[in-house]
């Protein structure tokens, strides 16, 4: 804080709410959708010419601002502002601007064009900080085009061998990761995994679901990322007619996908509150009126901030999936589809964040993550923290997909006054 | 009985298994299809020219046995061995020879074979009997290609006018039902409906289902047919993110469908022994491992030997819709698929089936059809009666259906020993 000119100044310095909106708006006519009642969506999959004609315009803001502009190996995009200590490490703050097929202009895009304005807050009051300020775009957070997510910044902290990530296929089409990144010019020279961490990490993001909205809230503290436990279960019974099987000869799959998606419902009310769960997908076979199915297959997400309930929750699901098969005298085949412990952000980052938004005057509410984020890999090697603006409806992956400008203008200035508290911090 | 030469030899007449075995195996080979384990099946849907081939067959049989063969103006053909009595009514037995489009070689052909080889054992022996006795086969009984199932014997009955019928369009083709008669030269100028009634109709079918295997028993005697009630639950809830979404936000159809499915489960064991449900169909969207469901649709089938009972499962279902629709804050558009009221057999004719299987030595059960049956029509202008043989597996409508040259035999002989009696019977 010395080296600011004057206290008061720094805590009233604010964001340009409609500078930053009309980025958002620009960049959002890239790969621009519309939907069915007007709503204006995004399409721009990971390392497309859609993608690579958003990373041109992003780049060229940064640029503009005079910014070091850094591509790494996996394509993700740093642009640093420099602090007065050369020796600090830099404060960062970021997001993705890829989207899914049927995306909004919110997801990612946000916290990527805050970072620049709040660069640019920076740079047009002249305010300089002891440490640099970094604002990042990580490549393929969605994971649409190219499996997982995350991928970008997941090699950032070296979570994955760049090596394994450059020869990812798409998953809907034949490319290879490592071709489309120099196809789109992408493949950067600088080091994939970063020689040093950041000195924290604070991403500034839409909720993407209905809390902060139903509770009337601005500004969500995100404490840290659901765990994530994702199981398909193949239930194979015996196909028979409807009207001629009596019910005690009968095998029936699609029962005991029904009973297993009732149960784990009744697990959320049984176990802690942030206990969820989903059947999202089931597929029955033949799928006709009046046939005893012969197979089902569904889904099962469960979702906890707690690693040992998710424990739970598993070995209950497992359990009665094991009694319904017995019960009813069907196989099933149980396969992981994906599995992530939950994060834990930094508790002091995540208070700053808090303690900072309600200075500034904004409601807010501790809550998890249910979807992941880049910042869950940034937390594996730096102090790390998110900040949530509401989603209108609590849609997202939508090209109804929305938050207001209020809320937009409300995120960047919890994002603008809490990276500089951090970048103002001595090692 | 008068007219037998001797009331032994009449007990005693048994039909010539290995000569019906064989044209069920003949007729069999008109549409033939095989299976992946070598089964041989039958797609003969009613009207194509596999159709025309079957019936050209069957015809040549009935004319060969001397036959007087009618063809109506629906298709029906009723081949008919005078009686001694011409002012007599004709007992008759039959059932129909199109197949679903993945059908076996017993379903509906038995009956009609049995029938004709019933005649031919008559007339090998010489025997005389008072009424003419029939055979028939009726058109669409299967509804596969023209709904709805058993028309022709609907039309028989007058139970639908003939003009209706014949404009009847295909359901997944572009023909018209009587375009197709005139095509394939079956459109006949015997009136529909009959201009009399039979004297009493008993039909011989398999199963289609697994209870008289399960428990051993060569001869269904069939009381009735169980009414069916379907019913089209089309679920709307809300899309929502998976993870971000707190359970008590959420509107999920897809656990609405669940909790329906094992609703319905739970309600045939409340209800008495006969009442069957399924849900056979569900169909989800957008039917993502991490999206709450935005619609589920569903398909409720219930059947019941008694009336009231499937009335109360009615309106059981639709109490359990509304409850959990308010639970859950979903819209449900419920659309009546089918409803036809249960059909209870000639209580006579149903005990004659039994105590005639019964004096042949064969195990007997009375149990209800679950199926649709061209009997059904024709219990509504005469004493009619069913007899079941054991399908292996419980297996219909499958490439795979088989019932054992034995069945075939015994369901015969007791169709043939029936018969018998009924047309000795003065009016």
């Not at 589809?337 to 964040?353: C, G, H, M, N, Q």
Request: glycine content about 10%.
């Amino acid at each position: 804080l010395a080296l600011m000119t004057d206290w008061h100044d720094w805590q009233d310095t604010r964001v340009d709410g409609e500078r930053l909106w009309n980025r958002i708006v620009a960049l959002g006519e890239i790969g621009a959708i519309a939907g069915p009642n007007g709503e204006l969506g995004c399409a721009r999959l990971a390392l497309t010419d859609a993608d690579r004609e958003g990373r041109d315009l992003v780049t060229g803001w940064m640029r503009d601002l005079g910014l070091t502009v850094t591509i790494d190996a996996i394509g993700n995009v740093v642009a640093t502002r420099p602090g007065t200590d050369p020796r600090a490490a830099a404060v960062m703050t970021g997001s993705h601007i890829d989207t899914v097929a049927t995306g909004g202009r919110f997801d990612g895009n946000l916290g990527v064009l805050a970072g620049l304005e709040v660069i640019e807050t920076l740079e047009t009051l002249d305010i300089a900080t002891r440490r640099p300020v970094s604002v990042a775009f990580f490549t393929d957070e969605e994971g649409a085009r190219f499996a997982p997510d995350m991928l970008g910044s997941l090699v950032y902290v070296g979570g994955m061998a760049l090596e394994e990530a450059l020869d990812i296929a798409a998953t809907d089409d034949d490319a290879r990761l490592g071709d489309e990144l120099v196809r789109i010019g992408y493949a950067g020279p600088f080091p994939c995994p970063a020689a040093a961490a950041p000195h924290a990490y604070v991403e500034l993001h839409i909720e993407q679901g209905p809390i902060l909205e139903d509770e009337g809230v601005t500004i969500g503290v995100v404490e840290g990322v659901q765990g994530i436990s994702w199981t398909e279960l193949a239930i194979t019974g015996r196909s028979a007619h409807a009207g001629t099987t009596p019910m005690r000869l009968r095998r029936d799959p699609g029962f005991v996908a029904a009973a297993i998606t009732t149960f784990v419902r009744g697990l959320t009310k049984q176990l802690a509150g942030a206990q969820v769960a989903t059947v999202g997908r089931i597929d029955v076979r033949p799928n006709l009126v009046n046939v005893v199915p012969a197979t089902a297959t569904i889904t099962v997400d469960l979702r906890n901030t707690d690693e040992a309930t998710l424990v739970v929750a598993e070995r209950a699901l497992d359990a009665e999936v094991a009694r319904l098969a017995e019960a009813e005298s069907v196989s099933v085949t149980s396969r992981s589809l994906a599995r992530f412990e939950p994060v834990e952000f930094d508790p002091v980052t995540v208070a700053l964040v808090e303690a900072t938004a309600q200075r500034l005057g904004y409601s807010t509410r501790r809550l998890p993550s249910g979807a992941g984020h880049d910042a869950q890999m940034l937390a594996r090697v730096c102090p790390t923290a998110m900040i949530f603006t509401p989603s209108v409806d609590g849609l997202s992956h939508n090209i109804a997909e929305h938050t207001t400008p209020e809320d937009v203008t409300a995120g960047a200035n919890v994002l603008l006054q809490t990276l500089l508290q951090l970048a103002d911090v001595a090692d």
